[in-house]
T-cell receptor
């Protein structure tokens, strides 16, 4: 099984609508969870991270994610998306016994006007 | 602080040639990791250097190598290029690896013809 699974390869949504990008992790990874965003022709930028503490994590650009241990999930949400949010989003976590992050396959968020 | 810089941004090489890519981390960051990103395989970890020593290595053939200098700048080298080496190569730096977030450069787009 994949260590970090992003359930949707593509998510189309209209501008100003809410969005949720799904991420599930397996027991083979440590519970240090990250979401990165990659805009076209750019590198990855950290959106938010969960290391411990509050299960609701707020990040940049109005994004937030909720760590759910029972569901082994770390879904990313935004209440109202903009055209500029169109990008590739990656969920990541390090394998147990390592600190090197394993990345999900990515979810392409496409925001339509 | 200046971000992570990578040079060159684009490269076109021929099969059988070799290539060297360069990465300058954020000032004060001692850990540099390299990733290969392709549409088919996603983001795959190549190796990590910390204080001039390779600390972790992914599952890539020996044609892929790297090094880190005393100023934390890093280079990666790919010898005997194959068509399948065409990819975006991303460099990421962090203060000390571990659970700390990584800061990515814009990448070098390598095309092998």
């Amino acid at each position: 099984a994949q260590s970090v699974t992003q359930l949707d390869s593509q998510v189309p949504v209209f501008e100003e609508a809410p969005v949720e990008l799904r991420c599930n992790y397996s027991s083979s990874v440590s519970v240090y969870l990250f979401w990165y965003v990659q805009y076209p022709n750019q590198g990855l930028q950290l959106l938010l991270k969960y290391l411990s503490g509050s299960t609701l994590v707020k990040g940049i650009n109005g994004f937030e994610a909720e760590f759910n241990k029972s569901q082994t999930s770390f879904h990313l949400r935004k209440p109202s998306v903009h055209i500029s949010d169109t990008a590739e989003y990656f969920c990541a976590a390090p394998r147990r016994g390592s600190y090197i992050p394993t990345f999900g396959r990515g979810t392409s968020l496409i925001v339509h006007p | 602080k200046a971000g992570v810089t990578q040079t060159p941004r684009y490269l076109i090489k021929t099969r059988g040639q070799q290539v060297t890519l360069s990465c300058s981390p954020i000032s004060g960051h001692r850990s540099v990791s390299w990733y290969q990103q392709t549409p088919g395989q996603g983001l795959q970890f190549l190796f990590e250097y910390f204080s001039e020593t390779q600390r972790n290595k992914g599952n890539f053939p020996g044609r892929f190598s790297g090094r880190q200098f005393s100023n934390s700048r890093s280079e990666m080298n790919v010898s005997t290029l194959e068509l399948g080496d065409s990819a975006l190569y991303l460099c990421a730096s962090s203060e000390a690896g571990g659970a700390y977030e990584q800061y990515f450069g814009p990448g070098t787009r390598l095309t092998v013809t």
